[in-house]
């Protein structure tokens, strides 16, 4: 376990934790490789706290969210939930463990069964966990629906009746039914105008503050995990390549990576505005991902070491952790 996940006391954390998918071609669909969408990742996230989790498209952010909650199974590494390792857990206990668990999907409509209405959406946890029946289970809905700003009378209507924000207000009603400690919000507002991303945003806070939920906020948009998170870990290639308090990050970032994504946030302020960071070429495959550091071959300072040994997380100031050998010799950048 690296240095970051020292501490006691996390809600949630994940040791080692790898998520290898098998390549498989010809007409015998014989093994050709192993695509590593999560390879040796350590994070945790504590009661009440929101880690927000920023990378490229493609860089493994969403196969972590979904390995915490078990929806994929790991490859190795470990995955605890108030201390206590959930890899073990089948049947009922795994199925207790999904009220404490929860997520909330990307596609506000895709992710909303078009054949539902939102009193069954919204009522399938209570269903599934038999919380509760008929008229009672139809009062939990209408109180989940108007906390999240929804009128009672979209209960009997169907999810293609709403607009993108209301339909991901339909998804976060139903992520918090059951009272849930812990939610992995993957890119929840990734797809919505930027006037009601503000909204679902403030709406997520509310709801943090009220129920002493914990997320882990996946983004690409370092603008949106900005506003949100405590904590903001850094992903390139399936690996943690930066974490450390949202304001050191996004005023002392030391990764080259981190620093790239940084100066590529749009801004008409001129005195706050980075140095464009020109990356060459493109994200290596995770199939075959370069030796030693997975970042040496965009990297502008990439030394002779880089391409040999795989810097590991490392902690250069409290709280703030990096895995790149330049950084962690001269952290002052």
Known sequence: MSGANA??????????????????????????????????VSLG????????????????????????????????????????????????????????????????????????????????????????????????????????????????????????????????????????????????????????QAQILNLLEDLQEEFGLSYLFIAHDLRVVAHISQRVAVMYLGRIVELAPRRELYQSPLHPYTRALLAAIPTIDPVSRRPKLRLPGDVPSPVNPPPGCPFHPRCPVAEPACQETEPKLTEVSPGHFVACFVAVRSPEG
């Open 45 to 196: 996230v504590g009661a009440g706290e929101t880690v927000g989790l920023v990378g490229e498209s493609g860089c493994g952010k969403t196969t972590l969210g979904r390995t915490i909650l078990r929806l994929l199974e790991p490859t190795t590494g470990d995955i605890l939930f108030a201390g206590r390792s959930i890899l073990p857990l089948h049947g009922t206990e795994l199925r207790a463990l999904r009220r404490d668990m929860q997520i909330i999907f990307q596609d506000p409509y895709g992710s909303l069964n078009p054949r539902m209405t939102v009193a069954r959406i919204v009522g399938e946890p209570f269903a599934v966990h038999r919380v509760a029946r008929g008229r009672e289970r139809r009062r939990l809905v209408t109180q989940l629906l108007e906390r999240v700003g929804l009128e009672p009378e979209a209960l009997d209507r169907y999810p293609h009746e709403f607009s993108g924000g209301q339909r991901q207000r339909i998804g976060i009603a139903r992520a918090i039914a059951l009272a849930p400690k812990f939610i992995v919000c993957d890119e929840p507002v990734s797809s919505l105008d930027v006037s009601i």
């Open 7 to 40: 501490a006691n006391g996390y809600l949630v954390e994940v040791r080692d934790l790898r998520k290898h998918f098998p390549v498989r071609a010809g007409v015998f669909s014989r093994l050709r490789g192993w695509l590593r969408a999560v390879d040796g």
